[in-house]
T-cell receptor
Framework: AQSVSQHNHHVILSEAASLELGCNYS??????LFWYVQYPGQHLQLLLKYFSGDPLVKGIKGFEAEFIKSKFSFNLRKPSVQWSDTAEYFC??????????????FGQGTELSVKP | NAGVTQTPKFRVLKTGQSMTLLCAQDMNHEYMYWYRQDPGMGLRLIHYSVGEGTTAKGEVPDGYNVSRLKKQNFLLGLESAAPSQTSVYFC????????????FGPGTRLTVT
């Protein structure tokens, strides 16, 4: 079955600490990969996406993610977090084939709390 | 350009009542989706549509119906609400060409008592 697994449910960091959130997926075929962020009380916003090419992708606000095909992973990283990064982070995958309707499968989410 | 909008933002229903959630997008997207978000479960796809007049079931379709009479609108209906449908509902849309980045609405918080 297709699935996305995020390793951490809740991560607590101090400002300036480095961040890595794990994401593994189980999906047959070629995929597109996404990280979305949801700030408290807001809707989901795209952080970054991978669909082809360089497996290291850079997103907004200093985030980056690396696609490792052999490990079915797409981990999110940031060298130095800020208090404003406090949010819930979702990893998601979709098939890259046009006839699959672009449906996203989401992980369970990781809540990040950054202490000032 | 408003993007994806949802109506209403909040709603409280009693068990057995019905309601319709409206989603509208002004980006001329073909694909539209309804998700529900529950703590610890991420977002789960309820129904989706790949074009005007088409709908299809997602992961958790039971208890919901949808309609896509106009390209820009996607309606989610609850015919007989149950407490298990208490959730936050998000609508999203995307274009037909990859990589299918979805744009989300602000959400509707529904409580069924």
């Amino acid at each position: 079955a297709q699935s996305v697994s995020q390793h951490n449910h809740h991560v607590i960091l101090s400002e300036a600490a480095s961040l890595e959130l794990g994401c593994n997926y189980s999906y047959g075929g070629t995929v597109n990969l996404f990280w979305y962020v949801q700030y408290p009380g807001q809707h989901l916003q795209l952080l970054l996406k991978y669909f082809s090419g360089d497996p290291l992708v850079k997103g907004i606000k200093g985030f980056e993610a690396e696609f490792i095909k052999s490990k079915f992973s797409f981990n999110l990283r940031k060298p130095s977090v800020q208090w404003s990064d406090t949010a819930e982070y979702f990893c998601a995958v979709s098939s890259s084939f046009y006839n699959q309707g672009g449906k996203l499968i989401f992980g369970q989410g990781t809540e990040l709390s950054v202490k000032p | 350009n408003a993007g994806v909008t949802q109506t209403p933002k909040f709603r409280v229903l009693k068990t057995g009542q019905s309601m319709t959630l409206l989603c509208a997008q002004d980006m001329n997207h073909e694909y539209m989706y309804w998700y529900r978000q529950d703590p610890g479960m991420g977002l789960r796809l309820i129904h989706y549509s790949v074009g005007e007049g088409t709908t299809a079931k997602g992961e958790v379709p039971d208890g919901y119906n949808v309609s896509r009479l106009k390209k820009q609108n996607f309606l989610l209906g609850l015919e007989s609400a149950a407490p298990s449908q208490t959730s936050v509902y998000f609508c999203a849309s995307t274009r037909t060409s990859g990589p299918y980045e979805q744009y989300f609405g602000p959400g509707t918080r529904l409580t069924v008592t």
